[in-house]
């Protein structure tokens, strides 16, 4: 399946290695057909988080375009929550909020790549302390370890596939990792479990937009889905027995833009377009079948009201127990907050602080709104002219849940983590130049939308060769020393083997310290093409020193060593490669050639013959291997 970062230094690669590398094949799943769970009491919980999910493309909310059978099932077999919100339309957070019953600032991730605080109990922290089997499939980056929701789980499994072009990718396909959850699955027959599985098929891009076949972005978008509730199938069919005594609940992490309020994707904005999630859920205990509440709940409330499901004890929450709603009742009204800092992490724009309370809804920003949503779900038209009383009750209320001083110090909370901000922006996650405070505040991100837009499109994956560009460009004229812009106009420039004019961008992306080392290799790659080897390698060895680890520089400096006739350190850079990553597979020839080189004719044989057994049965670069076997052996 595609969705392979875009990736720079191939130019190098493939000039000496060849051939392009795994890529997955997509399918469609049938719905499943395993039974509904009957009444009792609910030993196991499986929890589905499909990322990227409006609630309104969902079956059982009324969406007719036959996406989910899977979760219309469940919904049917049990309730879905009409009104249900994230607390911040961004992944990370968004799941943090639900596996610890807080709001962001009680759990501490307020954006993508900003930890989970260590001492928060979670749902796997506390079931686990309650005896039961815990285990997570992660499909994509933004919930790696590293962030801290693996605590708690005796299996976290987060390891993302390499790409055709040797780098890690940022996100795998939903088969894959419900065959991983299939498996353990299996191999955990007997005791009390808590399965976590998350599906990232709806995050964009939509498909393969190069092989869009005149199918529009909602239309590839609704694709996505379909195969996502296909793997809920699966999983479903898979628990069989089991499934009576297991409560099953999927939601959706935020929601998705395609143009509302000017904004495309998600992250910045705290409109209901990314914030009005599907959670559906049945199992024993919930005996209401096919019921829709329509009380307001917010994915805070997922942890303690799994809690009470299976009666394993609470939970220090921001959210309540909902089972009053589940089972026909009532809570008493509650206010419900939702918030976006990327604005501020990613811009250095106002971050959105937003709160829920009865027909009214308002957003704290520069410029405050409120909206009556009851009458206009869309938010459509401001009223704040309208009601000034409501609406500084609200700011006030506000306060209470992340306090307006935060809103200036972004410093405080952005993260130094270079790789995972790099592949952060490969998935998606926009950083443009940081727009410092002025003595009016900081800009409204209403008054950036268009930028912002430009931006989601351009980091969505959805635009290709001249239209991309154009709107790189378009991007410059108004941020002219966008960085990220930059890196991703010299990534174009370079497919189009436009050295000079690409090289001069990754320049000036370098100079805008990005946290990566993308414009390191871009140039890299610009400056070999040119000729410059020596300046090429000078640009590796200063990537190296940022990034000691990244395996793509030191087999970068391997094949340059190498081709310079310094055989002995170009088997060191690439031996280290792969010492950080066995199946670099680029990198395991490269090195067979090294060894070549330097006259270790065994080294190399074994290095090759090590490197086809890596290979899969069907892939294209076996008879490239082969050959270089057979020249060995002569
Ligand atoms: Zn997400």
Redesign the pocket.
Known sequence: MRKAAPYILVVMLAAVAGGVFLRYRGGREAASTAPVARAGTARHLVLVTI??LRADHVGAYGYRAGTTPSLDRIAQGGVRFDRAYAPAP??LA??ASMLTGRYPAGHGARDNLMPVNASVPTLATVLHDQGFQTAAFIA?F?LDHRFGLSRGFDVYSDRMPRGPEGKLLNERPGRQVVDEALGWLEAHRGGRFFLWVHLYEP?APYGDPAHAAGRSPIERYDDEIRTADGQVGRLLDGLGPVLADTIVIVVG??GEAFGEHGEIG?SIFVYDTTLHVPWVMMGPGITARGAAITDPVCLIDLAPTLLALLGTGKIDADGVNVRPLIDGGHLPARDLYAESFAPLVDFGWSPLRALRSGAWKTIAAPRPEMYDIERDPNETTDVTALHPDVQKKFADRIDRYSPAELAQSPDAIVTSDREAATRLRALGYVQGTREKATATGRADPKDRRELAARMGLVVSGELQGKALEDALRAILRDDPGNPQAHLRLGDCLLDQAQWAEAERHFSVAITGDLPSVDAYLGLAACQSALGRRDASEQTLRKAHELEPDNPVVSANLGILESQAGRADQAIRSLTEALVVDPDFHEARFNLALAYARAGRRQDAERAARDLLSRLPADAPQRPEVERLIAALGR
């Open positions: 990322d990227t961004i992944t968004s799941h994509a933004p995050h992490d935020h998600h």
